[in-house]
């Protein structure tokens, strides 16, 4: 088995809050006997109707965590995983409630609204939640969502192309060719790929299906997904990228201990799980992702290690170099740059 060794780029940057890796809780209180709005600092809306809550007192603390970049999906030490593949995120909450520091449950048959902004909406979003607080495998719910969307707004069609016979291409054609706002023929050009092979000549037919509808906003405006929910925890708006058995199965050597992550794009943040000698990445193949790995080792240092770009294109790398020293700033204006 071939072993590909990468050599190790380091940044040097500095930052205002960094706190064991974790995204600092947003704290509200509430009087419980009345109806509650509360708005998080990046838009998210909780509405907590009266009574809502199992025990016996008039106030409680609402903690809340809103995970939105890819910064913050490093520092929390979350990622876009499933037990169905690899998912794309268009923002994670998470929300709790406190009576003297002791977590509270909802009361029986209440629920309580989240509403998530985003400037652009996907018809492919699910709500995908945590059954426990490890942060492993983000598991898909059946909670229905909801989207609002914002008053300035465009839709768009994000095609794809499927395989088909050649009377089904030409029932497709007919079709298309008789509706006046039909499927954009010209995408494919309406036409067959010929493919030469020794001794004979084939045809393959190809037609456009719609992928995905985006509706995007315009203007200072945003839509919300909406969801209630009757459990507290994590909850994440995802959309499948790519299905387990598509993905490729990635073994990190190294004998330095971080928290290591590939960072793709679609905003996918895959956590490397530490295993006897190595960490294990599930990820899509031929691509080309981003290697981070960081560890706090004071209230003001972090050990960083970043391999810019990593061609997942083999099952082993070796990372053997030292990771660098810096400062938290660094660390943190440096995540703010990934995209």
């Known amino acids: 088995m071939k072993i590909f060794y990468y050599t190790l780029l380091f940044s040097f940057l500095t930052f205002s809050a960094f706190t064991q890796g974790l995204i600092e809780y947003q704290k509200f209180?509430?009087?419980?006997?009345?109806?509650?709005?509360?708005?998080?600092?990046?838009?998210?809306?909780?509405?907590?109707?009266?009574?809502s809550f199992d025990f016996n007192s008039s106030s409680l603390q609402i903690s809340l965590k809103e995970i939105f970049s890819m910064d913050e999906f490093i520092l929390e030490q979350v990622s876009t995983e499933s037990p169905e593949g690899v998912l794309a995120s268009d923002g994670m909450v998470l929300v709790e409630a406190l009576v003297k520091e002791e977590k509270v449950t909802l009361a029986e048959g209440k629920k309580i609204e989240i509403r998530i902004p985003t400037f652009e909406s996907s018809s492919g979003m699910r709500v995908y939640s945590l059954s426990d607080d490890t942060l492993k495998l983000w598991e898909k719910s059946d909670i229905p969502l909801q989207l609002d969307t914002c008053e300035e707004r465009r839709f768009r069609i994000v095609w794809d192309k499927r395989k088909v016979s050649k009377e089904e291409y030409r029932e497709w054609k007919k079709k298309s060719s008789a509706e006046k706002d039909g499927p954009p023929t010209r995408l494919f050009g309406g036409k067959t790929i010929v493919l030469r092979v020794p001794s004979t000549r084939r045809k393959e037919y190809f037609i456009p299906i719609?992928?995905?509808?985006?509706?995007?906003?315009?203007?200072?405006?945003?839509?919300?997904?909406?969801?209630?929910?009757?459990?507290?925890?994590?909850?994440?708006?995802?959309?499948l990228l790519e299905e387990s058995a598509d993905l490729?199965?990635?073994?990190?050597?190294?004998?330095?201990?971080?928290?290591?992550?590939?960072?793709?794009?679609?905003?996918?943040?895959?956590?490397?799980?530490?295993?006897?000698?190595?960490?294990?990445?599930?990820?899509?193949?031929?691509?080309i992702a981003k290697l981070i790995g960081y560890r706090k080792i004071s209230r003001d240092e972090m050990l960083l290690t970043v391999v810019e770009r990593l061609p997942i294109t083999r099952k082993v790398i070796r990372l053997d170099k030292a990771p660098q020293k810096i400062g938290k700033g660094a660390m943190h204006n440096w995540l703010r740059g990934i995209r």
Not at 29 to 51: C, F, M, V
């Open 29 to 51: 209180t509430i009087d419980t006997e009345r109806d509650t709005t509360l708005t998080g600092k990046y838009g998210t809306e909780i509405l907590i109707p009266a009574q």
């Open 210 to 239: 719609a992928k995905d509808t985006i509706c995007e906003c315009e203007g200072p405006s945003l839509a919300k997904y909406i969801f209630a929910i009757q459990n507290l925890g994590w909850y994440n708006i995802d959309k």
């Open 248 to 287: 490729y199965a990635l073994r990190l050597y190294t004998s330095v201990d971080l928290n290591y992550f590939l960072v793709l794009e679609d905003d996918v943040c895959i956590r490397g799980r530490k295993r006897d000698g190595y960490y294990l990445f599930r990820t899509p193949r031929n691509k």
